[in-house]
């Protein structure tokens, strides 16, 4: 094995030092190695959809196709203009497949009309009843029949949105689909991906994205004539959002006129049936390909759609072979970068190395080739803390038990249940002075904050701190959290912020080099954070005022975690009432807060209660040693 600092050192080269020769190596490979087709493949309903396709040059042996479909453009257009490289990453791509990029639906150079997330059509009566599923299997079907030298086979990837497309090639799948991968794929944009989160906007995500993919397309265009990104007035989030009074002031001034998709979403506050039919989910029956469903911890925009693909499939399918592939990853991370740190935190690995030569080259391999062995776990997981992968037979894990850490007088965080009758934290939230996501200034939302340390929020009187002793051994947290909080507001509505936090000894080493001068001693790294939007506390469909002074339970789910607080860390819980302009802000009265006006937002005194009858806690699932 080559000495530790070599292998550093050939890491850091690969993916830091020569991003040009990689470039420069990756083109020249394309170039020689691949005859690129230009195709109009028709649907059944007639609407042609724009497709490039790669066809390895070697004719000595057949190929399996490998297909992204996707809304971001299949640039660059011209049968003589080659991408610079093919598949998620070079490995995939020196190792042969017939690689397919389509436009979808409305998008780009295919025909049509695009929708945002289309629903699926579950009664199919005629041509004309299309869904992305149907889309999928005709482009399926044509390549099959009309491309040379295939072994009959095809795999379809994707990230983010096009994970949404990969995902949406499961119900009804054609024959020769035998492997796909939604990796942090858009599932639900009510309850946990990119635009909502339990109801609460995420409004730095909606704004930005819709502000240019929202714009409409009046006839098929290339890049050069599509819309341009739009320039914020001010490069500070936290001051652009804030001074704009109300998200409907945000939607009078921009787009309300242009941008299909932002009025739905401000037409559709609440879980309706415009939400509830844009869920995959309920559709991923009767599954027949392998599926491997990949993402990070940390993705600020698809955790939640990730596990939610993955558990749907493994619930509706208890045959299918459906795995799980979790990392220490931003979004696309396990692609887009080494994998050996992020933000202040260091991995000790290459974890997108690893997952790259474990996981999704033989996956495809295996399923199109029929090379290899792949015998993966069936949750495979890197747990940060410890910093290592681990297999388990199941997500979450079987070998686990639930725990409850109550909060407690005085900031204490522990498994003892409080004994007293009177306790309580009390404060006053101001939502004209939110509590920001993270800090310093930002121009656009970061996708570090998901890991950032969090001692400026710590230090706000509206910011409740609870947090354990010392841990006198490791803990390893994997699976779900669940907030359970007992609070009340002078106001009708609230907002609710529950974020765990590994905090690390004063003596903890600073990184090296350390370039930024990051200080670890006392570090209060982000593991996982999540908001309710209090008037959904018993249902998404229908909203309920909170009653102002009454006690009431706020209980909702986190996404999951894998993480170990090793001995001499201590556990934190984070609780507060904004999280701007990450999520937008709750005028803390219970109305349609898209309708709000500057003058509607209030300040409200907040109790948090920790005693024997009102516990407030956190549900954790530790992992048995």
């Keep these: 094995m080559a000495p530790l600092k070599l292998r550093w050192f050939t890491v850091f080269f690969i993916f830091f030092a020569a991003p040009a020769l990689a470039q420069t ?288 499939i493994e619930k509706q399918n208890p045959n299918a072979n459906n795995i799980l592939v979790m990392g220490p990853w931003f979004h696309g991370g396990w692609v887009r970068s080494a994998g050996s740190s992020f933000g202040d935190i260091v991995f000790g690995q290459p974890t997108s190395i690893d997952y790259q030569k474990n996981f999704e080259l033989p996956f495809f391999k295996y399923y199109l080739k029929g090379e290899g062995d792949f015998k993966p776990a069936e949750a495979n997981i890197f747990v940060t803390g410890s910093n290592e992968w681990k297999g388990f037979d199941a997500w979450p894990p079987k070998e686990t038990e639930t725990k409850t850490l109550y909060l407690q007088p005085n900031g204490k965080l522990g498994f003892e249940k409080v004994g007293r009758t009177d306790s309580w934290d009390e404060y006053i939230s101001d939502p004209n002075q939110p509590v920001p996501y993270q800090d310093g200034v930002q121009a656009k939302r970061t996708r570090e904050y998901m890991i950032d340390d969090q001692r400026f929020a710590a230090r706000r009187p509206d910011v409740k701190v609870y947090q354990t002793e010392a841990l006198t051994e490791d803990i390893t947290l994997a699976g779900p959290l669940m907030a359970n909080l007992v609070v009340s507001t002078t106001g009708s509505d609230a907002d609710y912020v529950v974020k765990l936090i590994d905090v690390y000894p004063e003596d903890a080493a600073d990184p090296a080099p350390n370039p930024k001068n990051i200080i670890m001693g006392g570090y209060q790294m982000l593991v996982r954070g999540e908001i309710m939007r209090g008037k959904y506390r018993n249902s998404f469909e229908k909203p309920e005022a909170i009653v102002p002074g009454a006690i009431t339970k706020i209980n909702y789910t986190l996404p999951d975690v894998a993480h170990t607080f090793k001995k001499g860390h201590r556990i934190m819980v984070q609780v507060q009432n904004s999280w701007f302009p990450l999520a937008d802000r709750n005028p803390q009265k219970f109305m349609d807060i898209y309708q709000a006006e500057p003058v509607d937002f209030q300040k409200a005194t907040h109790r948090i209660f920790h005693d024997v009858h009102n516990s407030s806690a956190l549900t954790i699932t530790i992992l048995k040693p």
């Design 25 to 312: 190596t990756d083109s020249a490979y394309v170039l020689e190695n691949y005859t690129k087709l230009e195709k109009q493949i028709t649907m059944r309903d007639g609407i042609k959809l724009f497709t490039s396709i790669y066809i390895p040059k070697d004719q000595s042996k057949k190929y399996p196709f490998l297909i992204n479909r996707t809304p971001y453009t299949v640039a660059p257009y011209g049968a003589d203009k080659f991408k610079t490289s093919l598949g998620n990453f070079p490995a995939m791509m020196r190792e042969g497949f017939i690689f397919v990029y389509q436009d979808v639906r409305g998008k780009w150079m295919s025909e049509g009309t695009f929708d945002d997330i289309r629903p699926q059509v579950t009664s199919k009566k005629s041509k004309k009843d299309i869904d992305e599923s149907t889309d999928t299997y005709d482009t399926i079907d044509w390549l099959v029949k009309n491309i040379k030298n295939n072994n009959g086979k095809a795999g379809i990837w994707g990230i983010s949105y096009p994970g949404f497309y990969s995902t949406t090639s499961l119900p009804g799948a054609h024959p020769a689909l035998k492997a796909v991968s939604p990796q942090a794929p858009v599932t639900d944009w009510f309850r946990g991906d990119d635009f909502h989160h339990n109801g609460a906007l995420f409004l730095m995500d909606a704004f930005g994205f819709m502000s240019t993919f929202g714009v409409p397309r009046l006839k098929p265009i290339t890049p050069d004539k599509g819309p341009k990104n739009f320039q914020f007035p001010i490069a500070d989030n936290y001051r652009f959002y804030l001074e704009s009074g109300s998200v409907k002031n945000l939607k009078d001034k921009y787009f309300a006129d242009s941008i299909k998709f932002w009025n739905d979403l401000f037409a559709h506050p609440n879980l309706d049936t415009f939400w509830q039919a844009r869920d995959i989910r309920q559709h991923l029956t009767n599954v027949k390909p392998a599926v491997m469903v990949v993402g990070g911890f940390f993705d600020a925009e698809d955790v939640y759609g990730t596990f939610a693909t993955y558990k749907s």
